[in-house]
């Protein structure tokens, strides 16, 4: 089993509609989490981080579920410009120097 | 400055070929990171400096050689490369080197220097 599990899509979303996608994890000794987004041949960009108490930024909303070991991603409104594939992305702590570990990441395809 | 530079932004060089790839940031981040990145799949880990010290290997090949000269640079020095070595190379850095650093605030990445080997 993958340690951070995505659903690969593509989740092709109409201008304007909401999408929202999972991540689950292995190690319950993860200890934060992140949404990155990377567009083609481009480097991730930290999209946000994710709290234990869900957080918003603009149109994103994130959502840590610990119990259940996912963090989840929904975008309202999507725009073109949300097309991209989005990392889930998991910090296992200090005892683990920090290490990332990388979803294989969802694609999103906003249409006109 | 909020950014991580990386240079050269493409490179084509053959396989007897001895190159280096340099990262560089203003931060004041203590932990840089080397990934590699093939197409349509997530980044990999290659090295960690903490403290401008390496912390991890991540059982890279010999012919990948990472260097700190400083706590704003880090360079990958390349020898003898396959074809199959070629992909992204994505360095990252964040904010101490006591692998907390990306607890809160995540890691910055550069753009990487997309390698190829011919």
């Known amino acids: 089993r993958k340690e951070v599990e995505q659903d690969p899509g593509p989740f092709n979303v109409p201008e304007g509609a909401t999408v929202a996608f999972n991540c689950t994890y292995s190690n319950s000794a993860s200890q934060s989490f992140f949404w990155y987004r990377q567009d083609c041949r481009k480097e991730p960009k930290l999209l946000m981080s994710?709290?234990?108490s869900g957080n918003e930024d603009g149109r994103f909303t994130a959502q840590l579920n610990r119990a259940s070991q996912y963090i989840s991603l929904l975008i309202r409104d999507s725009k073109l410009s949300d097309s991209a594939t989005y990392l889930c992305v998991v910090n296992l702590g200090p005892d683990s120097w920090g290490k990332l570990q990388f979803g294989a990441g969802t694609q999103v395809v906003v249409t006109p | 400055d909020t950014e991580v530079t990386q240079t050269p932004k493409h490179l084509v060089m053959g396989m007897t070929n001895k190159k280096s790839l340099k990262c560089e940031q203003h931060m004041g981040h203590r932990a840089m990171y080397w990934y590699k990145q093939k197409a349509k799949k997530p980044p990999e880990l290659m090295f960690v400096y903490s403290y401008e010290k390496l912390s991890i290997n991540e059982s890279v090949p010999s012919r990948f050689s990472p260097e700190c000269p400083n706590s704003s640079l880090l360079n990958l020095h390349l020898h003898a490369l396959q074809p199959e070595d070629s992909a992204l190379y994505l360095c990252?850095?964040?904010?101490?080197?006591?692998?907390?650093?990306?607890?809160?605030?995540?890691?910055?990445f550069g753009s990487g220097t997309r390698l190829t080997v011919v």
């Open positions: 990252a850095s964040s904010q101490d080197g006591t692998g907390q650093g990306g607890l809160d605030y995540g890691y910055t």
């Open positions: 994710v709290y234990s």
